[in-house]
T-cell receptor, first 119, second 115 residues
């Protein structure tokens, strides 16, 4: 079974600084997807960034980028120029590719990292 | 991105009553819908996966007779918490995806409080 581990329950960053959130996962599959979701106090889940495992290039979305290390099974999120609105819970998630029998595309979440942004 | 709605956004009920939560995909046809449960300061735990027109697949430890899921159409799935008890109080989140989407779209969640 696949597992996702986020070892940092809480992180803090100064506004305008850079912070990196860690995520490791365990799987025997070779084809899968990895996601970072943001959950602000409203509790609406918001997709931050997505990485396909077959792609070597790290995904980037504006101030958000990932460091995907497939061999190490590591998928960290870097937030540059942190803003007050970035304060939220961040969840790392794993999804099997459709080619794997039995998978319906459900997400496996880590326990989350609570990010605080100091003004 | 695609929009998923949930109704109600919050509900308070008495112990022993049943509560129905609706999840709708507003601008796409959802072949698969997922129901999650989230306790305070915890992660999302998948309860069940439902495909339109077929029975839901429940995760281990989730009582299918207590949490009834119906995915009657490609835009609507419902979760009914039967004979609710205080321990069922939680935040319930649905998500939906279509085969041509590479991601799930989440509803805003429903906070259930059982007195």
């Amino acid at each position: 079974a696949q597992t996702v581990t986020q070892s940092q329950p809480e992180m803090s960053v100064q506004e305008a600084e850079t912070v990196t959130l860690s995520c490791t996962y365990d799987t025997s599959e070779s084809d899968y997807y990895l996601f970072w979701y943001k959950q602000p106090p409203s509790r609406q889940m918001i997709l931050v960034i997505r990485q396909e495992a077959y792609k070597q290039q790290n995904a980037t979305e504006n101030r958000f980028s990932v460091n995907f290390q497939k061999a190490a099974k590591s998928f960290s999120l870097k937030i540059s120029d942190s803003q007050l609105g970035d304060a939220a819970m961040y969840f790392c998630a794993y999804r099997s590719a459709e080619s794997y029998g039995g998978s319906q595309g459900n997400l496996i979440f880590g326990k989350g990292t609570k990010l605080s942004v100091k003004p | 991105g695609a929009v998923v709605s949930q109704h109600p956004s919050w509900v308070i009920c008495k112990s022993g009553t049943s509560v129905k939560i609706e999840c709708r995909s507003l601008d796409f046809q959802a072949t698969t819908m997922f129901w999650y449960r989230q306790f305070p300061k915890q992660s999302l735990m998948l309860m069940a996966t439902s495909n339109e027109g077929s029975k839901a697949t429940y995760e281990q430890g989730v009582e299918k007779d207590k949490f009834l899921i119906n995915h009657a159409s490609l835009t609507l799935s419902t979760l009914t918490v039967t004979s609710a008890h205080p321990e069922d109080s939680s935040f319930y989140i649905c998500s939906a995806r279509a085969d041509y989407f590479n991601e799930q779209f989440f509803g805003p969640g429903t906070r259930l409080t059982v007195l």
